[in-house]
């Protein structure tokens, strides 16, 4: 266990042993967060550019994305590494630039640039309230999501737990022995949290959700299984940063935000059923400045729909299944199907078809001792009833568990 104050000296004392240079950009990756905290406060304000990378990332995208930020020196071991035929850049912008890394779901990932003022502008700063907090930190923490839980427990002085990728049995006994009460986590690792029985024991105060869609029956979960807690998801992405919180723990937000600015930045649904958000603080970089429309609104990819008093998310723009002609979100057939007795997860993806383009393939998890003859029959039943034709799963598999991303996201099938 380290101080703030330990913290602070030894960001310091890297500081000076690394004789810092402002024209350079500098990858960090396959730290820790013990090592990356320090080297964060290090570097910031003293180079031009900070790479931040997961371990997790294919050689492959690694080098592309360190060549295409221009990356001249590697952190590593505590001191500077000189990339071979680097170049430095030629002048100190007077900030330096964090460029994150998307999660690549779906593909390649993108890099987006903040800085620091970016990165904490949603940040909680009381440090009297922030004491009484003990985060635990699921999350990589050279993510966003990672970030912002990190930035949030410095800013507000509360004592951070520390996880660093441990299997998620470990990971509860160490929530437990270092009594958080203050956990953010993807709605698919807070399923995965609730199916192990010791989460119950957690003395959460603060519930938070991102970085996926938190459906009525994960809201409802959460809810049942720690009703003293504070609920709230987050609308947020490496692109758009924090985006929106929803405090009143129903799924979505209200239709009343919309065009208002009350959500604490403007949101429109475009024509095609795309939300539209404009940021009070904007990330930048090509990949941002090429879904930003002539009025500043960035276009998020996220499908939604309004009814009533309510805008529902129905999952990413580019991840829908096209059953002859007919488009299905994945995410909006997981959350129907998660409705169902007996159902613990599911997972949504196409199959390619010769007659009809793809079908809808569904992985199923059960609870402990289910009749899976009758379950498949009961979850095909309630399917035709509750959803239209196409979207009726043409192949129900049950499987022991789904995989996460190593952004705690679900992994998703692409054909």
């Given at each position: 266990?380290r101080?703030?104050a330990?913290?602070?000296?030894?960001?310091?004392?890297?500081?000076?042993?690394?004789?810092?240079?402002?024209?350079?950009?500098?990858?960090?990756?396959?730290?820790?967060?013990?090592?990356?905290?320090?080297?964060?406060?290090a570097?910031?304000?003293e180079?031009?550019a900070?790479?931040?990378?997961?371990?997790?990332?294919?050689?492959?995208?690694?080098?592309?994305?360190?060549?295409?930020?221009?990356?001249?020196?590697?952190?590593?071991g505590?001191?500077?590494?000189?990339?071979?035929s680097?170049?430095?850049s030629?002048?100190f912008?007077?900030?330096t630039r964090?460029?994150?890394?998307?999660?690549g779901?779906?593909?390649?990932?993108?890099?987006?640039?903040h800085?620091?003022?970016?990165?904490?502008?949603?940040?909680?700063?009381?440090g009297?309230?922030g004491?009484?907090?003990?985060w635990?930190?699921?999350?990589?923490?050279?993510?966003?999501?990672?970030?912002?839980?990190?930035?949030?427990?410095?800013?507000?002085?509360?004592?951070?737990?520390?996880?660093?990728?441990?299997?998620?049995?470990r990971?509860?006994?160490?929530?437990?022995?270092y009594?958080v009460n203050?956990?953010?986590?993807?709605?698919?690792?807070?399923?995965?949290?609730?199916?192990d029985?010791?989460?119950?024991?957690?003395p959460?105060?603060?519930?938070?959700?991102?970085g996926?869609i938190?459906?009525?029956a994960?809201?409802?979960?959460?809810?049942?299984?720690?009703?003293?807690?504070?609920?709230?998801?987050?609308?947020?992405?490496?692109?758009?940063?924090?985006?929106?919180?929803?405090?009143?723990?129903?799924?979505?937000?209200?239709?009343?935000?919309?065009?208002?600015g009350e959500?604490?930045?403007d949101l429109?649904?475009r024509?095609?059923?795309?939300?539209?958000?404009?940021?009070?603080?904007?990330?930048?970089?090509?990949?941002?400045?090429q879904?930003?429309?002539?009025?500043?609104?960035?276009?998020t990819?996220?499908?939604v729909?309004?009814q009533?008093?309510?805008?529902?998310?129905?999952?990413?723009?580019?991840?829908?299944?096209n059953v002859?002609?007919?488009?299905?979100?994945?995410?909006?057939?997981?959350?129907?199907?998660?409705?169902?007795?007996?159902?613990?997860?599911?997972?949504v993806?196409?199959?390619r078809?010769?007659?009809m383009g793809?079908?809808?393939?569904?992985?199923?998890?059960?609870?402990?001792?289910?009749?899976?003859?009758?379950?498949?029959?009961?979850v095909?039943r309630q399917?035709?009833?509750?959803?239209?034709?196409?979207q009726?799963?043409?192949?129900l598999?049950?499987v022991?568990?789904?995989?996460?991303?190593?952004?705690?996201?679900?992994?998703?099938?692409?054909?």
């Open positions: 266990m101080s703030y330990e913290v602070l000296d030894e960001a310091q004392a890297l500081r000076r042993h690394l004789r810092l240079v402002r024209t350079q950009c500098v990858v960090l990756q396959g730290l820790s967060a013990r090592e990356l905290i320090p080297a964060l406060l570097l910031d304000g180079v031009e900070v790479l931040l990378l997961p371990s997790s990332l294919p050689a492959a995208w690694h080098d592309a994305l360190v060549f295409q930020a221009e990356c001249s020196h590697r952190f590593v505590g001191a500077l590494e000189a990339l071979p680097a170049p430095m030629p002048s912008s007077g900030r964090w460029l994150l890394a998307t999660s779901t779906t593909g390649k990932p993108k890099l987006i640039e800085d620091l003022a970016s990165l904490v502008h949603r940040c909680q700063r009381d009297v309230r004491g009484e907090f003990v635990g930190l699921l999350y990589d923490p050279v993510r966003f999501a990672g970030l912002q839980v990190l930035l949030q427990a410095l800013l507000a002085g509360s004592a951070l737990g520390l996880m660093d990728g441990l299997p998620i049995e990971q509860v006994t160490l929530l437990l022995q009594r203050a956990l953010s986590a993807t709605p698919s690792l807070w399923r995965r949290l609730l199916m029985e010791r989460s119950a024991l957690l959460l105060r603060q519930v938070t959700l991102g996926e938190a459906d009525a994960i809201l409802q979960a959460l809810r049942n299984r720690y009703p003293q807690a504070r609920l709230i998801h987050i609308y947020a992405s490496t692109e758009a940063g924090i985006g929106f919180t929803v405090r009143d723990g129903l799924p979505g937000f209200p239709a009343r935000w919309l065009g208002t959500a604490g930045g429109r649904i024509d095609d059923g795309h939300l539209l958000i404009k940021p009070k603080v904007a990330s930048g970089g090509s990949e941002v400045s879904r930003v429309d002539s009025e500043g609104y960035l276009d990819g996220d499908l729909l309004q009533g008093e309510r805008v529902l998310f129905l999952g990413r723009g580019g991840g829908v299944i002859g002609g007919n488009k299905v979100s994945p995410e909006h057939i997981e959350s129907f199907l998660r409705t169902v007795a007996g159902i613990m997860d599911a997972r993806s196409g199959r078809n010769s007659m793809q079908l809808v393939v569904a992985e199923l998890v059960v609870s402990p001792g289910s009749e899976l003859s009758s379950l498949r029959r009961e095909l399917c035709r009833a509750g959803l239209e034709r196409w009726v799963p043409a192949l598999e049950f022991e568990s789904l995989p996460e991303t190593p952004a705690g996201k679900r992994e998703r099938i692409v054909e």
